[in-house]
T-cell receptor
Framework: GQNIDQPTEMTATEGAIVQINCTYQTSGFNGLFWYQQHAGEAPTFLSYNVLDGLEEKGRFSSFLSRSKGYSYLLLKELQMKDSASYLC?????????????FGKGTRLHILP | GAVVSQHPSWVICKSGTSVKIECRSLDFQATTMFWYRQFPKQSLMLMAT?????????EQGVEKDKFLINHASLTLSTLTVTSAHPEDSSFYICSARDWTGTGGNYGYTFGSGTRLTVV
């Protein structure tokens, strides 16, 4: 089966740093995505990790540990526009379709 | 980069009628299309996967006779919500799989979504 867990909501202050954790238990694994989604809009790609370690991209970094089934998204120098939902998603290679399964998402609230 | 055009952006329909949502891949071939549904404050739930020229594969609990998927060409997939009811009101979004991986986003490109309201 598939199980992807992340906190439902988080609150942080403008200018601060926040880490959003994601744990997964899936039948197969072929990479982990992080997406940002504002209400009523399509998800926006943030990062993709397939090997263990940290990937840094500007204010956003993503970490993966395949042995622990664990990933986190780190957001630095938070801005008000970062208020959004952040979706952790695992790529499942167990069928030829290579589908992406999403976690429930973390709603991040940024306070001034 | 790769773009998926999804229409309509929003639609209001009467209970009992059918609604068709289109997703068209621009400048690339979408051999696989994933259809998701998202209720307010919830995450994207995969409804079905369609491959060009073959029948769609539905996730457990999704009625295939209610949500008709057609993927007749490499650039167009449609989702038809038949005999819509208020509980079908949701945000529907497609994601095209670009097997060449040249479109960016590691081969998965989302449409902009369709807000369906059934009254």
């Amino acid at each position: 089966g598939q199980n992807i867990d992340q906190p439902t909501e988080m609150t942080a202050t403008e200018g601060a740093i926040v880490q959003i954790n994601c744990t997964y238990q899936t039948s197969g694994f072929n990479g982990l995505f992080w997406y940002q989604q504002h209400a009523g809009e399509a998800p926006t790609f943030l990062s993709y990790n397939v090997l263990d370690g940290l990937e840094e991209k500007g204010r956003f970094s993503s970490f993966l540990s395949r042995s622990k089934g664990y990933s986190y998204l780190l957001l630095k120098e938070l801005q008000m526009k970062d208020s959004a939902s952040y979706l952790c998603a695992v790529r499942d290679p167990l069928n030829r379709d290579d589908k992406i399964i999403f976690g429930k998402g973390t709603r991040l609230h940024i306070l001034p | 980069g790769a773009v998926v055009s999804q229409h309509p952006s929003w639609v209001i329909c009467k209970s009992g009628t059918s609604v068709k949502i289109e997703c068209r891949s621009l400048d690339f071939q979408a051999t696989t299309m994933f259809w998701y549904r998202q209720f307010p404050k919830q995450s994207l739930m995969l409804m079905a996967t369609s491959n060009e020229g073959s029948k769609a594969t539905y996730e457990q609990g999704v009625e295939k006779d209610k949500f008709l998927i057609n993927h007749a060409s490499l650039t167009l997939s449609t989702l038809t919500v038949t005999s819509a009811h208020p509980e079908d009101s949701s945000f529907y979004i497609c994601s095209a799989r670009d097997w060449t991986g040249t479109g960016g986003n590691y081969g998965y490109t989302f449409g902009s979504g369709t807000r369906l309201t059934v009254v």
